[in-house]
Each structure stands twice: as structure tokens, then as C-alpha cells.
């Protein structure tokens, strides 16, 4: 069963006898599936999510958590994991629901790719694993937090510029400057969101797109430039309504209104 791909009484073959796709719906206590590695081996796990925010976790057989992400695709929202196994056995893969709204939200998994780890494959692992630990200590909202979270940030960006990996960093760079806005670093923060705004556009993702100028609007309004913060907000509700984003549109169309342009 090396390389299956399961889920209860379901399997499917391995990425190189065909794509292993598997339909679910997260429910509250989320999804499982298993994949069977033997140590060095490389995973990559898809997920599309048509509704709602979904995460993924890799789990090691002893359940330690390997790596988690949480970083929406361009088109479809797909989320994409790669860990690589550090011991052999049947190491878990958990989707879960990253919204704080209930509800059911379908998705398919589909095991991508599972073969042996080559350097970049490592590099690209822990640079996820790094890029993870930075969101949570941007969390924390502290000064000394801040600081791990930009160096983790820089850390995952570096790696994923090396391997031409634009989404990845789109992502990183987003929350460089989220974390910018969050130390009142306004120049630096409205640099950082034009490049990811621009990058965003260039890989055709405006559902990122829209939240980049959200963010790049919210901090021209911060800086008393409420002519650039209307401009922006007014673009950002323009493709949060092209991608269907109903909640984003509602927070562009509040910052609107405390920009004056509503």
C-alpha cells in the first residue's frame, strides 16, 4: 500500500499510476487521510476549497505535526503541502476548516506527487515549516515577536525566490508587510503591498490581489493620504466582487467608508 492515498474505506493509487483525487467535506472535527512514506520520501498534497478557508497538517507517524499551511492558490483557492517524511510508516494529512464561521465546506484532496526528497524538496519543506512558526508569532502582536516573525518571513522568502516559487512568495511578502503595518512602519509597509500587489497580479491571482490593495488602501489611510486609500479600496472591491470574496468586499466596502468615499 506504499503510497496510497486514503480515507476510510477509500484508496487511490499514486500520483505516478494517475492523479489520486478523493471528494470530501470538512466537517467540524475536519478530514483525514493517510499516506504511506518510508523516510526521505517527498509528499505534495492539493486541496481545492470552491467554498470557504480551508488549512492543511501533516502529521508523522508518532502524530508530531511536520508542517501545516494555510496559503490560498491562485483560480480555485487551492492549498498546496509538501513535507517530507523523516520516518517510515503512515503519516497523517488533516484538512480543517481555517474559518471562524460554521458550516460544511467541500473540498478534493489529491496526492500530486510522492517520490524521493531532493535538496530543493527539503529546502522548500522548511521553508513552509518557517514561514508557518513566523504567522504564529506575528500573532502574538508583541515587539519581540515581531522581530522572529520578519526574520522567518525574510527567511522562507529568500528560499522560495531561489526556486522561482511566486506564489510562495507573494505570500511572504504579504505578511512582510502585514507586519510592517502592524509596527507602524508605514513606508515600509506600502513598498512591501505594491510589490505584492504587482506580483499577485503577474501569477493571476486576484483574490490575493484584492487583499494586497485592501491592505496597501487601509495603510494610506494610516498615513493621512486618504486620495491613494480611496483609489485603493476602490480597485480592491473591484476584484473582491470579480472573485466572489463577499466577506472581503465587506471589509473594503467599510474601509471605504471611513476613507470618504461612500
Request: charge should be negative; proline fraction near 3%.
Amino acid at each position: 500500500h506504499r503510497g496510497c492515498l486514503a480515507i476510510g474505506e477509500r484508496t487511490a493509487p499514486a500520483a505516478w499510476q494517475g492523479w489520486a483525487t478523493i471528494e470530501d467535506v470538512v466537517r467540524d472535527t475536519g478530514a483525514s487521510f493517510t499516506v504511506l512514506m518510508t523516510t526521505g520520501d517527498a509528499a505534495e498534497i492539493e486541496v481545492s476549497q470552491p467554498r470557504g478557508d480551508l488549512r492543511l497538517r501533516a502529521l508523522d507517524p508518532n502524530g508530531e505535526e511536520l508542517v501545516r499551511a494555510n496559503m490560498r492558490r491562485p483560480a480555485q483557492g487551492n492549498e498546496r503541502l509538501l513535507f517530507v517524511a523523516r520516518s517510515d510508516g503512515a503519516h497523517v494529512v488533516r484538512v480543517e476548516s481555517a474559518s471562524s464561521q460554521p458550516g460544511e465546506a467541500p473540498f478534493a484532496v489529491t496526492l500530486t506527487a510522492l517520490r524521493p526528497s531532493t535538496d530543493a524538496d527539503r529546502a522548500f519543506a522548511e521553508a513552509v515549516k518557517t514561514f508557518a512558526a513566523a504567522e504564529r508569532d506575528l500573532a502574538l502582536g508583541t515587539g519581540e515577536a515581531r522581530t522572529r516573525a520578519l526574520a522567518g518571513f525574510r527567511q522562507s522568502l529568500d528560499v522560495w525566490k531561489a526556486q522561482g516559487a511566486r506564489y510562495e512568495q507573494a505570500a511572504a511578502l504579504q505578511q512582510i508587510g502585514l507586519a510592517h503595518m502592524q509596527a507602524a512602519n508605514l513606508a515600509e509597509a506600502v513598498a512591501t503591498l505594491e510589490e505584492t500587489a504587482r506580483l499577485r497580479r503577474e501569477i493571476g491571482d486576484p483574490y490575493g490581489e484584492g487583499v494586497a490593495l485592501h491592505n496597501l488602501a487601509s495603510t494610506h489611510h494610516r498615513r493621512g493620504d486618504y486620495e491613494a486609500s480611496v483609489k485603493f479600496y476602490a480597485r480592491a472591491l473591484e476584484l473582491r466582487r470579480q472573485v466572489g470574496d463577499r466577506g472581503g468586499e465587506a471589509w473594503t466596502l467599510m474601509g471605504q467608508g471611513s476613507s470618504g468615499a461612500i
